[in-house]
């Protein structure tokens, strides 16, 4: 098709079957008279539900695009209900006077209870204590501890707390976790790898002191072979290193063997076969 075909009257502009046609561009006459391309109208169709479904109802690009471009009435709110207003009933005269005597004669009682005496009932000799505290007595300045102990039953309770909270740290101080000298740990390693490697560890600055005569010779020398937990390490590093060495020889020596005494098998034209073992002599 070519684009003059495009222009033609009766060609199906502003729709998915003017896109299937050849209509693709932006130059669509679908534009100017229904206000949208064969372009826009086969992708709306495709990712557009309300389109589509207008579409499909049979109306046309013109009459979709007005439906479109008219404004949408608002529903309109309904509005909210008023809260009813609580109905008071008036008071009788008879109810009014029930309730002004019950008021006067509870005043009444309250100017005329007498001021509870917190300290009545607790003993003298409790008071300057926590059993007094305990008891109820809260009369700071005016409880008869002061008199008798030197000291109120809320002071009282006070050291009693004090005093607790610091056995409670010094408890928690005891039993914390010391530093370990890093020193002192390598000094027990060597002591606990010593017999492995049959030496014997003996810290010289730690032995009792004893007159040179009473040491033999055979022990002065003990005591100068004697190795440092460094050079302890060392020859444990080193009977590793020899170790492996080992083990790697004789498992090259034993890879070596199994080639050499692999058996070659060689098939000649006329069927013949010939079997070849090869054994390596060392020595020579």
């Known amino acids: 098709m070519s684009s ?164 409670k740290k010094r408890d928690l101080a005891a039993v914390a976790p010391t530093k370990v000298d890093p020193a002192v740990e390598a000094e027990a390693l060597a002591v606990e790898v010593a017999p492995l490697i049959g030496e014997v560890l003996v810290d010289v600055d730690d032995a009792p002191e004893e007159p040179a005569d009473a040491l033999p010779q055979e022990t002065d020398e003990r005591l100068e072979a004697t190795p440092s937990a460094d050079e302890l390490l060392a020859k444990i590093a080193e009977l590793e290193r020899q170790l492996d060495n080992a083990r790697r020889a004789a498992l090259e020596a034993a890879l070596e063997a199994n080639r050499a005494a692999q058996p070659s098998t060689a098939t000649f034209a006329d069927g013949t076969r010939v079997t070849v073992t090869v054994t390596i002599d060392r020595a020579a």
């Open 4 to 167: 003059a075909d495009l222009f033609e009257d009766g060609f199906p502009h502003s729709t998915k079957e003017g896109y299937k046609a050849g209509c693709r561009g932006r130059a669509c006459p679908g534009i100017e008279d229904n206000g949208i391309s064969c372009a826009d109208a086969y992708a709306r169709y495709q990712g557009d539900y309300g389109f589509r479904k207008k579409v499909d109802a049979g109306m046309t690009p013109s009459e979709i695009m007005a439906a479109e471009a008219a404004p949408v009435a608002e529903k309109p709110r309904p509005k909210p209900k008023a809260a009813p207003k609580p109905t008071v009933q008036p008071l009788s005269a008879e109810a009014r006077a029930a309730v002004e005597s019950e008021a006067a004669a509870a005043e009444n009682s309250a100017q005329e209870a007498p001021e509870p005496e917190p300290t009545k009932e607790i003993p003298l000799e409790n008071h300057g204590t926590t059993k007094g505290y305990k008891a109820g007595c809260r009369l700071r300045d005016k409880c008869p501890g002061i008199e008798t102990v030197g000291k109120s039953c809320t002071q009282a309770i006070a050291e009693y707390q004090r005093d607790a909270k610091a056995a």
